[in-house]
């Protein structure tokens, strides 16, 4: 059975990626394994639309109206709201890279990142994805994530990014029964050796986990707990916006 145009669609959008933010025609049609006449097609539609954008030399990237689009999803939108003033005082208190995540299948996806020039560097980006296994907030929200989910992150693979990234399913149950012990996680140098990351859970308005937040501190340099506290009165400060017990 052939593929829908939807799925073809889907298919040219999914082309793009943090790595790879614009695209040439040809590359459009090789990534998303489309022929040339046909990924021409569906660029041109999205394009007309404003879902992608044709710069200058040729090449395309994702458009404004897309960003719109996706700006209205609701677990977004109403979170990054009330987490937004949390975030701004913690990032005033501690100058360092504050984040706000959720649980998307088996990935975090940043909603927010606040960040200043003196900063420790980070991959994260706004929309950008990230494993559970071995961030801060994604250690924070596996551990009270369903049973189901945290058995099929810890059969793995669990990919390595540094020499501390914790690979062994032993070694992230005794971290994610850590988290839920003290309400905190850290990942230290497991995404890049220069950070540490400290973590805590949000509630929403039923009690359950909806988000995690973060700072990123230099590993080197950083003591991971004066920070616990702020980062503890952050989360909690968000779970009673969304209307948390």
């Known amino acids: 059975m052939g593929q829908t145009v939807t799925a073809r669609v889907l298919r040219v959008l999914g082309a ?9 025609l040809t590359e459009i049609s090789r990534r998303a ?4 006449t046909t ?3 569906i660029v041109g539609e999205l394009a007309d639309w404003g879902a992608l954008e044709r710069a200058d030399d040729g090449r395309y990237r994702v458009g404004l109206r ?3 689009v996706g700006a209205l999803a609701p677990r977004g939108l109403g979170l990054r709201e009330s987490a937004m003033p949390f975030l701004e005082d913690l990032y005033e208190v501690t100058r360092q890279n504050v984040q706000l995540a959720v649980l998307d299948g088996a990935e975090v996806v ?17 929309g950008g994805r990230l494993p559970l296994h071995a961030t801060g907030v994604g250690l924070a929200l596996l551990a009270h994530a369903d049973p189901e989910l945290q058995e099929q992150v810890l059969a793995g693979p669990l990919k390595r990014y540094t020499p501390k990234t914790m690979c062994r399913p032993d070694e992230v149950r005794r971290a994610l029964a ?3 012990r003290s309400d905190v996680a850290m990942s230290d140098g497991q995404i890049e050796l220069v950070a540490l990351s400290i973590a805590a859970p949000v509630r929403g308005a039923r009690g359950d986990v909806v ?10 340099t950083s003591d991971a707990l004066p920070y616990i506290p702020v980062v503890r009165a952050a989360a909690r400060g968000i779970s009673r916006a969304l209307g948390a017990p």
């Open 16 to 24: 793009f990626s943090g790595e790879r933010p614009d695209l040439t």
């Open 33 to 36: 394994s489309l022929p040339l």
């Open 39 to 41: 990924a021409h097609r």
């Open 66 to 68: 897309l960003w719109e």
């Open 110 to 126: 940043y909603l927010e990142r606040i960040s200043g020039r003196g900063a420790v560097n980070v991959i994260t980006r706004v």
């Open 178 to 180: 850590e988290v839920r």
């Open 211 to 220: 988000a995690a937040l973060s700072v990123v501190v230099p590993a080197a």
